[in-house]
């Protein structure tokens, strides 16, 4: 049992949050095997999973991907098995370039002992996706098949975009702005009026939450958790901003409802946005604007915009079909208001993409599936409009994305991509001082050996739809890139165990994705670190995450600012933390509280007291705050002034820091049935805040980082 998970990458141990070991179980061990489509639940079964692994490797002429980073002193090979009876043999090599243009070449295989051979290409092929096959004339013709990618040596630099400017951002979450436009719910021309006005500051970004969509139906609305990383949520539409509505009067009449503006009027009123209510009330409109849409389409009198949507269906091809019909699908079969249901519970004909009742399903709702896919055609053309409005601006890198660490168990993206996630375990983290039983985010991983049969094609889509219209990607959780923690299904983080990935091969796709962009990469690297993470990124040249709270010296105060790693992305905080107002407050503190009836947490607050006094010691040794100054907004300004201070090449004030919230967005550990976390909005418009004397001061803050740094 113990060879199989190792040949599988399951660590067999791992050192825990207090330095102790943890041990692997033999049971934790079968369950993570099973997970990946391997029969481990006795020493038989494992041996003969075993003895298959070592046979399917056997019968491949050469490993079923290369991720080759450039290098330019050498030119990439093929490295083929070379069985005894093949020793001599003729061989040809066909490699087909990405662009379509094929090459070959021939010879001889050399007698050798050797088990295996290192063969030339027949060309250097240039950077990007490659396939290769390997014919070998023996008694009778043998061929294999082989991706090959050939990468950069490090992603996208800040440097290429910023030159030697000194550089700031404001990072947001979207969906909790009040901004102009919306139903109840930030739209993307409230990011673009957002992007304008930190563009007079001199900013070079506006960070934002993932994008990604969800059903917004029930409690499957969070932006970590969502329905698929390809495609962005329909709440983030402007529908002031679609073309067809200066021409449809049926969905005009719809806006101008007496009654739907009161229900509009009261949604952008409240305190939390209510998905479900935002999504009633938008969809109809939208509906009635792809009718005109389709209805011209299908006369012939569409327009650019007709042949910009069929350029957009042909360049996603079939991943936008299935999502789209997933979207359908599961409104269909699962209850009315939680079409989010699980899809491994549906009719056994409906579970597979390609089966022949999904296929008549999406004929029968052929105009239901056209409408989701305008839907996700409109979404990027809005977001591409933002960006180029931010650049217009000023802002050098434009948007800065964000991407999940995966998609929920009952996804869009679990279901047309099965087979590469694994399945019955759930990615988590192991038990810590905030949670002793760990945590257990309910997203499915993928499978790092199905993602290398798969020639990294899946991995490197969500790569290019996180890129698309971005000039910055941050990767949550980017742990992902070494190893993930798994936990079976039904257990607790205790019984977990981390699981190895490729990082060379997944870095390299990263890389070449990000320098295609042109956009630079922060990994989120925050909690428990690999050790051998800090190299790859530093190597690969990706920025970490240096967040204020955490960064310690060995006796527990905060670090100067001159200790910051250059190579970083700093901040004061997370979205996963509270407001610095109500860090000063505890006001997350209380919430928690409130909702877990611990009593009130006196030891809690007893250290957030004591961080807060840390942190005034060290602004006021650093020079940043007068030794009489405790207001927050003043501490606030200093702050502020010390993260420009830093080294780091990149630095990012909080909007709600800025605008004085103290809600937290997310309290991390709290099921959203006791607590809706991702809906509390802002306190006061975009509007007021752009004109606020305290929001414009902190943005000066910033203003040495527009400077040329020495």
Known sequence: MARLADRLGIVARYEDVAGGMRETSDETRAALVAAMGWAGHSERSAAESLAALDRSRELRLMSPVCVWREWAESDPELVARLPPDLRGADYEIEIRLEDGTVHRSGGRLPETSASSVRLALPVRPPLGYHDVRLTVVGREPITGEQRLILTPRRVFQPEQALGARGAFGLWTNAYALRGRSGFGHGTLSDVADLARFVGEFGASFVGLNPLHA???????????????????????????????????????????????????????????????????????????????????????????????????????????????????????????????CVWTSWPEEYRDPRSARVDAFRREHAARIDFRCWLQFELDRQLESVQAEARDAGLELGLYSDLAVGASSASAESWLASSLHAGGVSVGAPPDDYAPDGQNWGVPPLDPHAMRLDGYRFYGRLLRAAFRHSGALRIDHAMQLVRLFWIPEGRSGAEGAYVAYRAEELLGVLALESVRARSVVVAEDLGTVPPELPGLLADWGLLGSSVVYFQRDPGGGFRPASDYPPRSLATIGTHDLPPFLGFVSGADLRLIASLTKNGGNAAGHATRAADYEALLARLREDGFLAANDEEPQAVLRALHRFLASTPAVLVAAGFDDLAGEEEPVNLPGIPLEVHRSWSRRMRRSLEELMADDRVRDGLEAFASRRRVRV
């Not at 679609?242 to 449809?248: A, D, F, Q």
């Not at 806006?255 to 009330?281: K, Q, T, W, Y």
């Not at 069929?310 to 079409?339: A, M, N, Q």
């Open 214 to 340: 969800v059903p917004n139906r029930g409690l499957a609305f969070a932006p970590y958790s969502p329905s698929s990383r390809l495609y962005r949520n329909v709440l983030y539409l402007d529908l002031e901003r679609v073309p067809e509505l200066g021409h449809s009067e049926a969905a005009r009449r719809l806006l101008d409802d007496p009654g739907r503006r009161r229900r509009r009027a009261e949604l952008r009123a409240s305190a939390r946005i209510d998905h479900e209510a935002v999504l009633d009330l938008s969809l109809p409109v939208l509906e009635e604007l792809h009718r005109f849409f389709a209805a011209g389409r299908a006369a012939g009198r569409g327009g650019s915009r007709a042949l910009a949507y069929e350029k957009y269906l042909r360049e996603e091809g079939p991943s936008l079909i299935d999502f789209c019909t997933w979207e359908v699908l599961s409104g269909h079969l699962g209850d009315p208001g939680h079409p989010n």
